[in-house]
């Protein structure tokens, strides 16, 4: 087993920051990535970033350029820095872990373990 927690969401502004933190903890060693989704009110949870266990990073083009993700393996913490933010990123923001390797690491279904959520709120 894995668990998941999620932090830093919160209020922010349009064009403002915030960094989400993802503790990761239990059976680490299953893991072949890690990755963060998103849901929005009454919509889908879709893909917003991903990361391997190479170190191979992959964005959904609505975030490119915008977010980050990167992990501290010795702290066993996966991070998501958005940048920019807009009011679209508005959502409840997921962490997310998968045992498959060589799978699309963008279909939610392919992840075995989640967190809880931490809700991200962009003002205007």
């Known amino acids: 087993q894995v668990q998941l927690v999620e932090s830093g969401g919160g209020v922010a502004q349009a064009g403002g920051s915030l960094r989400l933190s993802c503790s990761v903890s239990?059976?680490?060693?299953?893991?072949?990535?890690l990755g963060w989704f998103r849901q929005p009110p009454g919509k889908e949870r879709e893909f917003v970033a991903a990361i391997s266990s190479t170190g191979g990073r992959y964005y959904a083009d609505s975030v490119k350029g915008r977010f980050a993700i990167s992990r501290d393996s010795a702290k066993y913490t996966l991070y998501l820095q958005m940048n920019n933010l807009k009011l679209d990123d508005t959502s409840v923001y997921y962490c997310?872990?998968?045992?498959?390797?060589?799978?699309?690491?963008?279909?939610?279904?392919?992840?075995?373990?989640w967190g809880q959520g931490t809700q991200v709120t962009v003002s205007s």
């Open positions: 997310a872990a998968r045992e498959l390797g060589y799978v699309d690491y963008s279909r939610p279904t392919n992840y075995l373990y």
């Open positions: 239990g059976r680490t060693f299953d893991i072949n990535g």
